[in-house]
């Protein structure tokens, strides 16, 4: 089993930025492939980008894509999400998440989360 803890959220104005951390430890972190989901009040839990376990490969939703980057560094079992250029509905809850099986774009299909960063951006 993977622990996640998250940290980097907080209050930013609209235009503005922030990097989330993810901090892994546990059983073989840095050989999963790792994610970023989103979720607003009353709503479900969104994909915002994953990254395979060597940091090759990354994927970003079409609502976010050119302005958040995914990234990692394995030596610091640490997963990264460059959020600029932000706007009022990025607003949400962030969860890190390792561990997919099949769907990466589907929460359901992550073994593993943590507690989550609020992100708030005012407008």
């Known amino acids: 089993q993977v622990q996640l803890v998250e940290s980097g959220g907080g209050l930013v104005q609209a235009g503005g930025s922030l990097r989330l951390s993810c901090t892994a430890s546990?059983?073989?972190?840095?050989?999963?492939?790792m994610g970023w989901f989103r979720q607003a009040p009353g709503k479900e839990r969104d994909f915002v980008a994953a990254?395979?376990?060597?940091?090759?490969?990354?994927y970003c939703a079409d609502s976010v894509k050119g302005r958040f980057t995914i990234s990692r560094d394995n030596a610091k079992n640490t997963l990264y999400l460059q959020m600029n250029s932000l706007k009022p509905e990025d607003t949400a809850v962030y969860y890190c998440?390792?561990?997919?099986?099949?769907?990466?774009?589907?929460?359901?299909?992550?073994?593993?989360w943590g507690q989550g960063t609020q992100v708030t951006v005012s407008s």
């Open positions: 990254i395979n376990w060597n940091g090759e490969n990354t």
């Open positions: 998440a390792a561990n997919p099986l099949k769907d990466w774009t589907s929460y359901v299909s992550w073994a593993s």
């Open positions: 546990g059983r073989t972190s840095s050989t999963y492939a």
